[in-house]
């Protein structure tokens, strides 16, 4: 019963290096979403996806780039890190447009 | 600019007693609003939803009310438990629209 697993949970990055953080959900849910948790900015939305194959802009998508090559499997991609994209990145997905299940996070930090 | 408010960043209370946690928002066009509780180390679980056709939900002990002219909504939680403290977050969004915005949180803890 893994619901929806985020890897790595930990992760430092030096400024300009790349890295991928992987969503993978066993719930067959359309909808998958990634969050980025910033202290006093609440969560808010990279990127999201409604379907396999399919992606679009959230709130902040800038630096980022996502993949969602099969329906179980959500990617979020830093080509170039910057420490302003040091944050807590939470991954979610739902059925429908609604009621989210959320992984247990990625603390990243770049230095 | 922050569409969805948690002015109070934390929020202490007895065990037993009552717990409100409140959330502002601005946009409208919001008409389906969600609870979402944090723990720490874990991501956020689903708690209770509302949409703008009613003005209260219950579910045991919690309970989301919803004032559309105000354009705010308020969780309580009655009675409180030790194991109610936690981070507390609000959502809402558009029936239009795919995205969620969260507020910034409110940080709950129920004393014994």
């Known amino acids: 019963n893994a619901g929806v697993t985020q890897t790595p949970k930990f992760r430092v990055l030096k400024t300009g290096q790349s890295m991928t953080l992987l969503c993978a959900q066993d719930?067959?849910?359309?909808?998958m979403y990634w969050y980025r948790q910033d202290p006093g900015m609440g969560l808010r939305l990279i990127h999201y996806?409604?379907?396999?194959?399919?992606?679009a802009k959230g709130e902040v998508p800038d630096g980022y780039n996502v993949s969602r090559l099969k329906k179980q499997n959500f990617l979020l991609g830093l080509e170039s890190a910057a420490p302003s994209q040091t944050s807590v990145y939470f991954c979610?997905?739902?059925?429908?447009?609604?009621?989210?299940?959320f992984g247990s996070g990625t603390r990243l930090t770049v230095v | 600019d922050q569409q969805v408010k948690q002015n109070s960043p934390s929020l202490s209370v007895q065990e037993g007693r009552i717990s409100i946690l409140n959330c502002d928002y601005t946009?409208?066009?919001?008409?389906?609003f969600l609870w979402y509780k944090k723990y720490p180390a874990e991501g956020p679980t689903f708690l209770i939803s509302?949409?703008?056709?009613?003005d209260k939900n219950e579910d045991g002990r919690f309970t989301v009310f919803l004032n559309k002219s105000a354009k705010h909504l308020s969780l309580h939680i009655v009675p409180s438990q030790p194991g109610d403290s936690a981070v507390y977050f609000c959502?809402?969004?558009?029936?239009?629209?795919?995205?969620?915005?969260f507020g910034t949180g409110t940080s709950l803890t129920v004393i014994p």
């Open positions: 979610a997905s739902s059925l429908s447009e609604y009621g989210y299940t």
């Open positions: 719930m067959n849910h359309e909808y």
């Open positions: 996806s409604v379907g396999e194959g399919t992606t």
């Open positions: 946009n409208s066009m919001f008409d389906y």
């Open positions: 509302i949409s703008s056709i009613k």
């Open positions: 959502a809402a969004s558009a029936y239009t629209g795919n995205q969620f915005y």
